[in-house]
């Protein structure tokens, strides 16, 4: 698809797996210590080249805590793509990726449920070895089991693989972009056809 | 930008408001349309200081202590003035800037009841106005500049650039998934947090099946138009009412459906609701800045009525015989212009014309340069049918000029003239302002259409049409000078019935656009106290430092006009019964009976 290209990029995941700082890192370069919870929504705009291309992400930065999903539907409406974010050092933030990817998808309801583009990011891998709980390979087990979905670890505050990551989703979503549907010109108008009288016609 | 939606979203948490993006925030009001109750219970627990206004019901809930003393102290100015009206100038009432934002309250002039009301308001507002003009640092110089400049000069702002925010009214379109699709200032996609913002408030109402019409501030209003799958919403400096704002709003809705009518549009949302319709919309930004930039500067957006070309009904009657003789067999329209005003117009006989559409259509042959060359598109007129596309034949006339001999022919030809002749072989050809507009249903219908017009130029040359209206090219404006009456300034006639209206030639003050727009914005003051007003209200006044501006409205016509703001409110009455009785003699003014077919 030519010309203009803007994609919709939603961010999910439970509270304090680090989705605020992931985008924070990519579109600011910046990562701070200091939890503060999102409320409703973050939005941030980011342009990136890919392919060659000029693509204007749009970041929807979801809250994860439960009394905000009512606002789900109108912010999933219409979103190219979707970042899973859970914390390798939190096992139930894992155990619940399976609740956002089907509420994503129920919401959201996505023509082609199962080529939409999803992508698993496991985070905060800078913490020490001893306190992860998730291995690699149980994530990457999960990401193909739910239709081969791009894995990657990643460290917002260590910068690690979040450029990476967010290319790699720009890039799946323009994939689905190139499938455009086909728009009939609409008929012209029949003259001969009785046409509904507006109020305020001019009387000329 | 978050923060705002932050605010909102903390339903129990009423520590106040952050101002964001030059929006202060603080003293919301807020309008709502839908479930009553449900809404003032969200709004008012959600905004702290708040003035909920719910248009289902009448109830108005005041809870702020300070907006309750600003009202009683306009309605006790406005008892006062009128005892006292030849003096109005007071300095002494301070509250008077506060007089717009509270002025859309029901019972701010319920105690006067006299039927023919007539009050003052001295200009506390328009300092408060000038001071908003000052702040803008862009307004003054987009007169003269084309579109393509405008956005070339203010296309690259985002939400950093410190002078996005000053610009005075910002119109904004984006789908119901929070892509950006337009907007007036700034790269769109620049804006597009902003945009997801914007989706943001509109849902938080939405999930309650609410609706968000409007936010006040003490500085800018917000409005919002829902037309699932777009949001318009308008950011407003510019003291006009939320209703007007609404109406130019409805205007740009509008012009997306003459690119891609309705159908279209409700079926590439209904495919894929991520769509981003910009590219389908490309080069018809125009259309949208141009509207965008006529709401200030064009009366016809005020008045929803067409502007009509003053001529002799003969001439217009001759011209309109002969379009509907030599007229294609199947067309809607034939449209004759001059600029921006209308010569005359053809039609089927069970067809009405809305003003809307002509509009729409207007603004198409403005924006673009059609002059030298035939032009064909497909376009969609909203208010006849918006779910199917009409194909538009535009083309501008040509002038042979006969006898070049005739000195005062060749004067008032260059008047005519936009441009030299074509070329040195075909000198006596000359391109003249007088556009011709025909809409057809059948897309292969162009060369029909373009022999039919070489047709009309001809016989109208031959008629001397063209010749004729040369010549009074230089009367068809109304002259002031022609009321002979020396403190007036500027009238504008409407005709109710034919939905028409002409306006006096601006003279100074008024060729100063600045000057102009302040004239134009009195006038929608006017309006809206006129037209806001319950009871019948037939006269509305205003006197500022600049001008005395009145409102008369009666069944059949409404007239605008200004005068020196010297003369008395009673010198000026007077004054609108003669402008009035002048009015009632001509004939020539508008389009009186159409030619049907």
Redesign the interface.
């Known amino acids: 698809m030519s010309g203009k290209n803007l994609l919709k990029a939603i961010i999910l995941g439970d509270s304090g797996v680090g989705k605020t700082s992931l985008m924070n890192q990519y579109v600011n370069k910046k990562f701070s210590n200091q939890y503060k919870a999102t409320i409703g929504a973050d939005f941030l705009t980011k342009e990136v080249m890919v392919d060659d291309k000029l693509i204007t992400i749009q970041i929807w930065d979801t809250a994860g805590q439960e009394r905000f999903q009512s606002l789900g539907v109108a912010f999933y409406r219409g979103a190219d793509c979707c970042m899973l974010v859970y914390d390798v050092n939190n096992m139930k933030s894992f155990e619940t990726l399976d609740n956002w990817r089907d509420e994503f998808l129920v919401q959201a309801s996505p023509k082609h449920p199962e080529s939409f583009p999803f992508i698993v990011l496991g985070n905060k891998i800078d913490l020490e070895e001893s306190k992860r709980q998730i291995s690699q390979k149980r994530a990457m087990a999960w990401c193909q089991s739910k239709g081969n979905i791009p894995y990657f670890e990643t460290s917002a505050k260590e910068a690690i693989n979040v450029e990476q990551a967010f290319q790699q989703i720009a890039r799946n979503a323009l994939m689905q972009e190139a499938d455009v549907p086909e728009f009939n010109f609409p008929p012209s108008v029949s003259l001969d056809a009785e046409q509904k009288q507006d109020q305020g016609d001019c009387n000329c | 930008?978050?923060n705002l939606?932050?605010e909102?979203?903390?339903k129990q948490e009423k520590d106040g408001l952050s101002s964001n993006a030059g929006l202060n925030l603080s003293n919301l009001v807020f309008y709502n349309s839908g479930n009553a109750t449900s809404t003032l219970s969200t709004t008012s627990t959600t905004i702290a200081n708040a003035v909920v206004n719910s248009t289902s019901t009448s109830n108005i809930s005041y809870s702020n202590s300070d907006t309750i003393s600003d009202i009683r102290g306009i309605n006790e100015r406005l008892i006062r003035n009128k005892s006292n009206l030849s003096n109005s100038s007071s300095s002494k009432y301070t509250q008077s800037n506060k007089i717009f934002d509270n002025f859309s309250l029901d019972n701010l002039i319920s105690p006067v009841e006299n039927s023919d009301i007539e009050y003052t308001s001295d200009f506390g507002n328009e300092d408060n106005l000038m001071k908003i003009y000052n702040s803008s640092i862009y307004d003054y110089d987009e007169d003269n500049m084309s579109p393509y400049n405008l956005r070339k000069k203010y296309g690259n702002e985002d939400l950093t650039s410190s002078n996005w925010v000053k610009h005075r009214k910002h119109f904004f379109i984006l789908?119901?998934?929070?892509?950006?699709i337009y907007s007036r200032y700034g790269d769109e996609?620049?804006?597009?947090?902003?945009?997801?913002?914007i989706?943001?408030i509109?849902?938080?109402y939405?999930?309650d099946n609410d609706e968000i019409c409007c936010i006040n501030t003490s500085t800018h209003k917000i409005v919002f138009l829902l037309k699932t799958p777009l949001y318009l919403v308008c950011v407003s400096q510019t003291n006009e009412t939320e209703e007007q704002l609404k109406l130019q709003l409805i205007y740009l809705y509008n012009q997306i459906l003459f690119s891609l009518?309705s159908?279209?549009l409700t079926?590439?949302f209904h495919?894929?609701?991520?769509?981003?319709l910009?590219?389908?919309l490309?080069g018809t930004e125009i259309y949208m800045d141009e509207l965008s930039r006529k709401f200030s500067i064009d009366a016809s957006f005020l008045l929803?009525?067409?502007r009509s070309f003053r001529i002799k009904n003969e001439l217009r009657n001759s011209i309109g015989e002969l379009l509907n003789t030599y007229r294609p067999k199947?067309i809607?329209y034939g449209i004759l212009t001059y600029n921006d005003k209308l010569i005359n117009?053809i039609k089927?006989k069970k067809?009405?014309?809305?003003?809307l559409d002509?509009h729409l259509i207007i603004n198409m042959i403005s924006s673009t340069s059609f002059r030298s060359v035939e032009s064909w598109s497909?376009i969609?007129l909203p208010?006849?049918?918006s779910?199917?596309?009409?194909?538009a034949y535009v083309c501008y006339l040509n002038n042979y000029k006969l006898s070049d001999t005739e000195d005062s022919n060749s004067n008032t030809n260059t008047n005519l003239s936009s441009e030299s002749p074509i070329s040195p072989d075909s000198s006596k050809i000359m391109k003249t302002d007088v556009c011709l507009t025909l809409l057809s249903?059948?897309?292969n219908a162009f060369f029909e259409l373009s022999n039919c017009k070489k047709k009309i130029e001809m016989i109208f040359n031959k008629n001397d049409i063209l010749k004729n209206l040369s010549k009074i090219i230089n009367k068809a404006e109304l002259d002031i000078a022609d009321f002979g009456i020396p403190h007036l300034r500027h009238v504008i006639y409407k005709s109710t019935?034919?939905?028409?209206f002409i306006e006096t030639k601006r003279l100074p003050p008024y060729d100063e656009p600045s000057s102009y727009r302040r004239l134009l914005r009195s006038y929608k003051f006017l309006e809206s106290k006129i037209h806001g007003y319950k009871k019948n209200l037939k006269f509305c006044y205003m006197l500022g430092k600049n001008e005395l501006s009145l409102l008369w409205v009666r069944d059949d016509f409404e007239l605008y006009a200004s005068f020196s703001p010297f003369i008395s409110k009673t010198i000026a009455y007077n004054d609108l019964l003669l402008i009035e009785k002048w009015f009632k003699k001509q004939d020539n003014l508008?389009?009186?009976t159409?030619q049907v077919f």
């Not at chain 2, 779910?387 to 194909?391: A, E, I, N, P, S």
């Not at chain 2, 019935?497 to 028409?500: A, G, R």
């Open positions: 930008m978050s939606l932050k909102n979203l903390k789908s119901s998934a929070g892509k950006p996609s620049k804006l597009s947090s902003l945009m997801g913002v989706q943001a509109i849902s938080f939405d999930v009518t159908v279209q079926k590439i495919d894929r609701v991520n769509f981003d910009r590219n389908l490309s929803k009525a067409i199947n809607l117009i089927p067809q009405n014309v809305h003003p002509i497909p969609c208010k006849y049918n779910r199917g596309f009409l194909y249903p059948d897309k019935k034919y939905l028409q508008f389009i009186t159409s």
